[in-house]
């Protein structure tokens, strides 16, 4: 059974009823002065709705979702799958300063002409921080092979 609500004008109350569908129009006794109320339209509204799946509670907060995760916009563009407020880009990572310092260490090296690589070839200076970066070998020890170039 649906639930109504009623307003008596002798005591000015609002009250909420059970009945069927059928008798929804008539009125009903008040429960405080016991005169015949009158059916009016609800005074809250409760809803749901579905959206993107969902059920979404009326009126909703205006977000959309984007593979389970809650966003305020919707994709207009870019690679599929992704959305630019979930998948951001990493920041660069930043160096520790034992790292600075073993980068500063290995640039002198290579400026003396005493830093090779795993398989002795030479390295110059302006090649230690990306050698570094993509993870080679990098050993303080006279070069086998002199460098190119």
């Known amino acids: 059974m649906p639930l109504y609500e009623y307003f008596c004008q002798s005591c000015n109350g609002i009250f909420e009823e059970l009945r069927p569908i059928r008798e929804a129009r008539e009125p009903v006794p008040c429960p405080e002065c016991y005169k015949d109320a009158a059916r009016i339209m609800p005074t809250s509204f409760a809803a749901f709705t579905f959206r993107d799946g969902y059920p979404r509670r009326i009126p909703d907060d205006g977000k959309f979702y984007h593979l389970e995760k809650k966003v305020s916009r919707l994709v207009s563009s870019g690679r599929p799958n992704e959305h630019p407020e979930i998948n951001k880009p990493e920041p660069k990572k930043k160096r520790s300063k034992g790292e600075l310092e073993e980068l500063k260490d290995l640039r002198s090296a290579a400026r003396r ?37």
């Open 113 to 149: 002409g005493e830093l090779s690589d795993l398989y002795g070839n030479a390295v110059r200076a302006t090649q230690v921080t990306q050698m570094y970066d993509n993870g080679r070998v990098l050993k303080v020890s006279t070069p086998v092979n002199p460098p190119i170039g």
